[in-house]
């Protein structure tokens, strides 16, 4: 960037922690030194109980001034928390209707059968109601790294069913979303979506905005926010992320100073 963003924004899984594990304590520590600098954002596929397993629950070291810093995004944007009052308050969220999840649910199983995605060895259940999304996770949401990467290492699995189920739901979005999964909300509604909501919220320009993510390629769940056109750097992992902060955070220490 030409200039020190006034907000920078994760991606979780595989930027911020390894997929659905807290984060690690050198990554805990960085957070907590960049929210003492600038607003953060974090903006995932995930629900608020996994923000608080991955990330929340191991600031321990973070105080009420620096937790109103964090802006939360469960549900790639649909659903938004701010810190107040010592508890996490819902600031919005774009429900889906009865009948959209019903379908929804059904087109993403049927199509999966269909296609032979249908796992019967699973960590968990494969699909998900997170009130505001649908979510196919192939292997189950507790399915190691491990095995979601063996079950489908170059995407084409996720694409294929993502490709399949969208012609069923053409009235709702359904994008791709982590590693095996696949997730579906109302039409239009995608991380970059969240990240206009998030500027119209916060009055932070995209343009003073910083976003870090590890699926900015053109089938991943960061790309719509790369075509927006917010500034944005691209990690390989959650050591890459904590390589980058290493280096933004005194940047913008001597700034605020």
């Not at 390629?217 to 500034?231: F, H, I, T, W």
């Not at 390589?243 to 700034?255: C, N, Q, S, V």
Request: hydrophobic share 40%; net charge negative.
């Amino acid at each position: 960037m030409t200039t020190l963003p006034r907000l920078v924004a994760f991606d979780l899984d595989d930027t911020l922690a390894a997929s659905k594990s807290p984060i690690d304590p050198r990554m805990a520590e960085l957070m907590v030194s960049l929210l003492g600098v600038v607003d953060v954002c974090v903006i995932s596929g995930g629900q608020i109980a996994q923000f608080h397993m991955q990330l929340i629950d191991n600031l321990g070291t973070a105080t009420e001034d620096i937790l109103s810093r964090l802006h939360l995004m469960p549900t790639c944007g649909t659903q938004y928390y701010r810190h107040a009052d010592g508890d996490w308050n819902q600031v919005y969220a774009e429900y889906l209707s009865d009948d959209e999840k019903a379908r929804a649910l059904a087109a993403v199983e049927a199509t999966a059968k269909d296609l032979g995605y249908w796992e019967s060895d699973t960590w968990g259940p494969i699909l998900e109601d997170r009130g505001s999304q649908v979510t196919f996770s192939a292997l189950g949401q507790a399915a190691p790294v491990v095995a979601k990467t063996a079950w489908d290492p170059t995407g084409e699995k996720k694409n294929t069913l993502r490709e399949a189920v969208q012609v069923l739901l053409p009235d709702l979005e359904v994008r791709s979303g982590g590693s095996t999964s696949v997730d579906i909300t109302r039409q239009g509604i995608d991380k970059a979506y969240g990240m206009l909501k998030l500027a119209a919220l916060t009055g932070v320009p995209l343009d003073d905005m910083l976003f870090i993510g590890d699926r900015l390629d053109e089938n991943g769940n960061d790309y719509p926010v790369k075509v927006l056109g917010v500034e944005c750097f691209a990690v390989g992992g959650w050591e890459d992320t904590a390589a980058f902060l290493e280096t933004l955070i005194p940047k913008l220490a001597a700034f605020a100073n």
